[in-house]
């Protein structure tokens, strides 16, 4: 009988003995699974497309839309869609197409905005609580949990009261009432990954602290974070509508979805096109980031379905 | 492999159980027949991957079919498991085939009182009353060596030790003196000492009982000290099977042979080097051509890569390998087993 | 000297209550007075069951866990004093091998990433060190760039004991290095550990439960029992002529796969379960379940059991044992 010889891998990788999702094996999976998983599923990859034309759309308006979003036209107001004004025109005589392309500038950035806002704010305080413990974790999960509490809407309404209309207020509200998810999300996340053999194995190398959280615990614990932030951008583009709607949202005439569902009010019932087609806009782009997130949540471990 | 002897109790026949996963398919079990009479305890061995929890699992009807596919025959006194009912499998369980785990906390709930269970198994098969199997229950606790049984049977398994959580499962399993009993790896999660302990315990109430015991382990030591045939799995194939004395002191596949020589030993003083067997046990998706062994065997020739050796030996001791003569050459000229 | 020596290691850890004010009702005494010594390229196994406070021995030695109180002095420096400069230094002397294959290696780092971590933790040039340490510990270097998953447990236990003796250690704890490992590939890794051993001059510090293991890898044992040492002796030594009940009733309860020696063999059964450390008994903490004190001892002889702790020392039978009545009984 041989000895042990240096164990040369045969020539597939071995896997573990049992393999497969059935046989609950734990294995985290690399770039390569998590692109193909994600890539397989249809709705993700629906999803992603949406997403991608609504950003298209977003970045290149001044060449896709064909006229001022401000443009007015008093001898054009109200009218249905038609040949020269695919979407026809606002109160203004304004092109809707334009407005809505335009419109969707809006939407991405105060979505994409106020989430990195509310990722960046929750992952700092969510790793001190995480990775600390003790008195900053009471402190700050408490104050999370009053965040909490505080239904968004009322709280981002408070806030642009105090400093007016406009985007970034937009973005900083609705940043400032989301960021508690992420931060509980992510001290949850660090809290088991803390206890992990692989971190006391960097302790006892000599890392220092700063080394075990950037190198080792936070990239196994964003995960959970990443899928929460990409579904969030949803919720923060229909709220950031909902604040243009109530008046209390970007300024008033920007081309926005929002005001355009609010200008539309006047017209229920006999002009519906001019709400209806910016809610469907919201929808449509709401939708897609719901289907990238749960792709991108299955993706990243299947056993979750 | 039929052991001379009464009418078995249990006969598995061609028993085939496979997981269609999103890797491939896995053939955990794939062509296993063993029998077991009434009171013997058949020892089954093997390490991950072997397939001895999913036979076990398979007898008791716990797969699930899809994404499983279970073919073959389970003979229970003559009936077919795997044909029957659901109605039919639910009257056999805890009646009489029961099974206990390595992790006693499958069994027990830990959201209601451990007496309560005990009774509640009791009453699903049989007409009494809350009061008498609440009486039976203390009195199986008591059975199972559980100090102060009365008080401690109104108590929740998280206030059980490990060894005593093992007791109660055990006493769940046999309150209806089930005829058989499947125990799959009871006492891995648990110190050597409380090991001693638990496998007394099933020693006894075996003995007390005429109990028929499979016990699924890969620990050979615990086997030698409590099978009367052991059976060697590897990669959902039967190896070998034999009595214990001659599985242990005269092996026939040169996996068991490796097992054996491969350990580290107790009674003895130490040797210059272990004597392990090279390579790693395959994954069941990927199982190698021929005889699934042959990538780590010593003995392995061609013929070993291309054909599947069959079960050979006569009733009483059986193994699926082409060069057994060579396994036992080596066995006569290495150092006593 | 002694490469390691530790004397009166003490861990406690305070249980509290209470969320917004928090109050200690009770101390776990996970361990309560150890000392022993390694000496350089020598093996000593910390044996007992669960509870017995072995892992967190080793853990408070190399100050994974701080130490509640005790000295521990590694080449006759003091570690409990040490400044955390001075410690990072110290731990590219001392590493340590973990129990779970599966939970010690970083799933998101290939593995030429984990092993080049120690060099740069300590601001050394990783060179071809990668390639070396695979190829020491019997793996293909061209497998670097894999990530732990890709690997069979029995593999990433070798990237394990890679990455411990990377910055060539003097002491290397192995927590139940095997114990996660299919039966058939522990032979492997235990050889691989004892050629690495002399390869290096190593010490090692084995954790482990598995007494098989144990007398094959080890030139001392001390055995524990709720967090103090009970009997210390050399290998043979122990497993030949035990003389503390608890050694002789582990020792005993291990089976032996030797299905006619099995026959003749009854293991002593201890009563009950393992007490908790919360509260342990007074006196000799194994009184409780000792079938010494149940069956052989007067009402005398068991008050001292009761009163008294008995102290580690030799009380004739060749090597210390911590019972006021120990006698050889040869249990194999």
């Known amino acids: 009988m041989t000895d042990t010889p240096p164990l040369i891998d045969e020539a597939a990788p071995p896997k573990d003995a049992v393999p497969a999702a059935a046989f609950g094996i734990r294995g985290q999976t690399q770039f390569g699974d998590i692109r193909r998983r994600f890539f397989r599923n249809k709705l993700a990859v629906i999803g992603l497309t949406m997403v991608g034309l609504v950003f298209l759309l977003a970045v290149f308006a001044p060449l896709v839309a064909p006229d001022d979003p401000q443009a007015q036209n008093l001898s054009l107001t109200a009218r249905p869609p038609s040949a020269a004004h695919w979407f026809g025109t606002d109160e203004l005589g304004r092109d809707q197409l334009s407005r809505v392309i335009y419109g969707s500038r809006i939407a991405i950035v105060v979505g994409l905005a106020s989430i990195v806002l509310a990722l960046v704010l929750g992952v700092i305080l969510g790793s001190i609580a995480g990775y600390r413990g003790g008195k900053a974790d009471s402190v700050i999960m408490r104050t999370a949990d009053a965040f ?158 | 492999m039929t052991p001379a002897g009464p009418e078995p109790l249990v006969s598995v026949e061609d028993l085939r159980v496979e997981f269609h996963t999103d890797a491939g398919v896995v053939k955990a079990v794939d062509g296993v027949s063993w029998s077991i009479s009434p009171g013997e305890t058949l020892g089954i061995v093997g390490e991950s991957g072997s397939g001895k929890s999913v036979s076990a699992m398979a007898l008791m009807g716990l797969i699930q079919q899809p994404p499983g596919k279970v073919t073959g025959k389970i003979l229970f006194r003559g009936r077919d498991l795997l044909v029957a009912s659901e109605d039919e499998l639910r009257s056999l369980r805890g009646r009489d085939v029961s099974m206990i785990f390595q992790d006693p906390l499958t069994a027990l709930n830990p959201v209601y009182k451990v007496g309560h269970q005990v009774a509640e198994v009791i009453q699903a098969h049989e007409k009494i009353g809350r009061i008498p199997a609440r009486k039976r229950a203390v009195d199986l606790l008591v059975e199972v060596g559980i100090p102060n049984a009365r008080i401690r049977a109104d108590e929740y398994p998280h206030q059980f030790s490990g060894g005593m959580r093992q007791r109660a499962m055990i006493a769940m399993a046999l309150a209806l003196d089930p005829a058989l009993l499947l125990a799959d790896e009871p006492t891995t999660a648990l110190d050597v000492t409380v090991q001693a302990q638990i496998m007394s315990l099933l020693s006894k109430l075996q003995e007390e009982r005429g109990t028929a015991i499979v016990l699924i382990t890969h620990d050979l030591g615990v086997v030698a000290g409590h099978a009367d045939r052991v059976l060697v799995m590897y990669a959902g194939k039967v190896a070998e099977a034999a009595g214990a004395d001659a599985l242990f002191h005269a092996p026939r596949h040169p996996y068991t042979l490796g097992l054996l020589t491969s350990l580290a030993r107790l009674d003895r003083r130490r040797t210059e080097r272990l004597r392990p067997i090279p390579g790693q046990p395959p994954s069941l998706i990927r199982v190698p051509p021929g005889c699934p062994f042959h990538p780590r065997c010593p003995f392995a020739t061609d013929i070993c890569s291309k054909e599947m050796p069959p079960l050979t030996g006569g009733a009483a001791h059986i193994a699926a390998c082409h060069h057994q003569d060579r396994v036992a050459e080596a066995r006569a000229a290495a150092i006593e087993v | 000297m002694a490469l390691l020596e530790v004397t009166d290691l003490v861990k406690h850890f305070p249980v509290t209550r209470g969320i917004i004010m928090r109050h200690q009702i009770g101390t776990v005494k996970a361990v309560d007075g150890v000392s022993f010594s390694v000496d350089r390229g020598e093996t000593l196994a910390l044996v007992g069951e669960s509870g017995c406070g072995k892992s967190t021995t080793a853990r408070a030695v190399l100050r994974l866990i701080e130490p509640t109180s005790g000295s521990v002095r590694f080449e006759g420096e003091e570690l409990t004093e040490a400044s955390t400069e001075r410690l990072r230094e110290l731990r590219r002397e001392m590493q340590i091998v973990f129990q779970d294959p599966y939970a010690s290696l970083n799933p998101r780092m290939p593995v030429r990433t984990i092993l080049t971590e120690p060099f740069k933790i300590h601001g050394l040039d990783p060179g071809d060190r990668v390639a070396e340490l695979l190829s020491l510990v019997g793996l293909a270097p061209e497998h670097q760039g894999r990530y732990p998953h890709e690997f069979s447990g029995g593999q990433r236990q070798r990237v394990g004991i890679a990455r411990a003796i990377a910055l060539d250690p003097k002491l290397v704890v192995c927590d139940e290095p095997v114990s996660a490992l299919d039966v058939s590939i522990q032979a492997q890794v235990l050889n691989l550990l004892e050629d690495i051993q002399d390869r290096l001059g190593l010490a090692y510090l084995f954790i482990a439960h598995d007494l098989s293991v144990v007398r094959h890898i080890a030139d001392r044992v001390a055995v524990m029992y709720l967090g103090a040492i009970v009997e210390e002796a050399a290998t043979d030594d122990l497993f030949e002529a035990p003389s503390h009940p608890y050694t002789q009733a582990l020792i005993s309860a291990v089976p032996v796969p030797d299905p006619r020696k099995e026959r003749q063999r009854t293991p002593i059964l201890l009563a009950g379960d393992v007490p908790s450390p919360l509260d342990p008994p007074s006196g000799c903490r194994f009184r409780t379940r000792c079938p010494k004190f149940a069956l052989d001892l007067s009402p005398d002889e068991r008050q001292r059991c009761i009163d008294e702790p008995p102290a580690l020392i030799d009380r004739g039978t060749g090597h210390p044992a911590a019972c006021h009545y120990a006698e050889t009984v040869a249990v194999l």
Do not use: C, Q
């Open chain 1, 148 to 305: 909490f509490a505080f239904p968004l809407l009322i709280g981002a309404i408070l806030i642009i009261l105090v400093t007016g209309r406009g985007v970034v207020p937009v973005i900083l509200s609705i940043g400032i009432f989301t960021w508690a998810v992420p931060a509980r999300l992510l001290r949850s996340s660090i809290l088991s990954v803390r206890e992990a053999e692989y971190v006391e194995a960097a302790r006892s190398l000599g890392a220092s602290k700063w080394r075990i959280v950037t190198r080792h615990v936070l990239p196994n614990s964003l995960a959970p974070v990443l899928v929460y932030g990409m579904v969030s951008v949803g919720t923060a583009i229909v709220a950031e509508t909902a604040l243009s709607f109530l008046g209390v949202g970007v300024k008033p005439n920007v081309a926005d979805w929002g005001n355009m569902i609010s200008a539309g009010r006047a017209f229920f019932g006999f002009k519906d096109y001019l709400w209806e087609i910016p809610s469907l806009a919201v929808v449509f782009t709401v939708l897609g980031f719901v289907f990238v997130g749960d792709g991108l949540r299955d993706a990243l471990d299947p056993r979750l379905r």
